[in-house]
């Protein structure tokens, strides 16, 4: 071969062997981590209005419990630990006859239930719900609860009234379950 003929061979070579040769992944030793931004607040947030109304039989009386949730700016705002603000909730409650007569009324707020809460859910905590449960004997049993906003950390709380129309409030310290006590015996 002459030389003119192996030079253009040895320039094809070498153009291939640096183009396999690149093909590879190069390793370093740099770490590439993403800024973490502290999260702006944003306005107060505020939960969406409820209501639940439904009719029921207690003892053979016909009744209707209407339950109104609402964000209430008159109540002092909550903050959780990166300084976003919550509107807490005002929730009215009334019982009525089947004549329309009224047998129950009272409008609860978190302070109704302070005496039931710890100071941390005094103090960061709303009220988030109140929802009528069943009837026990003698006695509507409404299910309510304290929450951390945006979270699943609640206190769960009883409302009861009774056939004269007093209130009873406690911690509820049953647990749910979907066996009947029947099942479990």
């Known amino acids: ?82 300084g976003q603000k919550f509107v807490d909730n005002s929730i009215e409650l009334t019982v009525s006859r089947s004549d329309g007569s009224v047998f129950f009324h009272k409008t609860f707020t978190k302070q109704t239930f302070s005496e039931h809460l710890d100071d941390d859910y005094r103090n960061t905590g709303i009220l988030e719900g109140l929802v009528f449960d069943r009837v026990d004997g003698n006695t509507l049993r ?16 009883v409302v009861t009234l009774s056939k004269t129309g007093a209130m009873g409030i406690e911690r509820d310290t049953q647990l749910d379950t979907s066996a009947s006590d029947e099942e479990m015996e």
């Open 1 to 82: 071969m002459q030389i003119k003929q192996i030079i253009p061979m040895l320039a094809i070579g070498m153009m291939a062997a640096t183009i396999y040769g690149c093909g590879g992944k190069k390793e370093s030793d740099t770490i590439i981590a993403t800024k973490v931004e502290k999260k702006k607040t944003s306005a107060p947030i505020r939960m969406q209005d409820y209501t639940q109304k439904l009719d029921i039989d207690w003892n053979g009386n016909k009744m209707t419990s209407e339950i109104h949730r609402r964000s209430d700016d008159s109540l002092s705002m909550v903050a959780d630990e990166t």
């Open 142 to 157: 409404f299910a309510a609860s304290v929450s951390h906003p945006q979270t699943d950390e609640y206190i769960p709380l």
